[in-house]
């Protein structure tokens, strides 16, 4: 079974509805991210969280909003899709330490293809 | 800010054909860089981390190399299943310690 699982792996939608991206993890890490893919642009952080309490924005969280319900969750929602969020969605997670060694080598999730029409 | 900048943005070997993919780093106190590989619709997947000037690592037919300004992916006698995009990223000490990414390398071996 994966590690780092999203839901859905597609979606298509229209122009102005809501729409939440659901990641679940069984890695036990504390830290989890959400990232953007577009062609030629690379990946971009859009939110992170290191623990449940902690939420913060990355270079691109405009129109977006997270929840981070529980170690193992962290969703993302679009309030009112609009076409340039067409892009393919990672979520990501990590731990900082390894058997006492620092890492924070970051595990990716098979990622969701969202279309915005 | 901290930048990277991979190249060339493609490759196309021959199957056994060697070669090198560049990654240029800018970073405020560098904690560690990342090489992914990742296949078309699939999620990046963890190859090596490097934390300083000098380091090297190994795994099969790759090898990753760092210096103070840049890093190197090996590829020694390449085969078909190495195709695929190879993401370089920076992780510094500063920025919460968010990863950078760079655009990536489109490798192609041709059997």
């Known amino acids: 079974d994966a590690d780092v699982t999203q839901t859905p792996r597609n979606r298509i939608t229209k122009t102005g509805k809501r729409i939440m991206l659901e990641c679940s993890q069984t890695?036990?890490?504390?830290?989890m991210y959400w990232y953007r893919q577009d062609p030629g642009l690379g990946l971009r952080l859009i939110y992170y969280?290191?623990?449940?309490?902690?939420?913060n924005k990355g270079e691109i969280s405009d129109g977006y909003s997270v929840s981070r319900q529980a170690q193992a969750k962290f969703s993302l929602s679009l309030e009112s899709a609009i076409p340039n969020q067409t892009a393919l969605y990672f979520c990501?997670?990590?731990?900082?330490?390894?058997?006492?060694?620092?890492?924070?080598?970051?595990?990716f999730g098979p990622g969701t293809r969202l279309t915005v029409l | 800010e901290d930048q990277v900048t991979q190249s060339p943005e493609a490759l196309r070997l021959q199957e056994g054909e060697s070669s090198s993919l560049n990654c240029s780093y800018t970073?405020?106190?560098?904690?560690?860089l990342f090489w992914y590989r990742q296949d078309p619709g699939k999620g990046p997947e963890f190859l090596f981390t490097?934390?300083?000037a000098g380091e090297e690592k190994e795994k099969e037919r790759l090898k990753a190399t760092l210096t103070k300004k840049e890093s190197f992916l090996h590829i020694t006698a390449p085969k078909p299943e190495d195709s695929a995009t190879y993401l370089c990223?920076?992780?510094?000490?500063?920025?919460?310690?968010?990863?950078?990414f760079g655009q990536g390398t489109r490798l192609t071996i041709n059997p």
């Open positions: 970073v405020s106190g560098l904690r560690g």
């Open positions: 490097l934390y300083s």
């Open positions: 969280s290191f623990d449940v309490k902690d939420i």
């Open positions: 890695k036990g890490h504390d830290r």
């Open positions: 990223a920076v992780q510094g000490f500063q920025g919460a310690q968010k990863l950078v």
């Open positions: 990501a997670t990590s731990d900082p330490y390894l058997a006492g060694e620092y890492t924070d080598t970051q595990y």
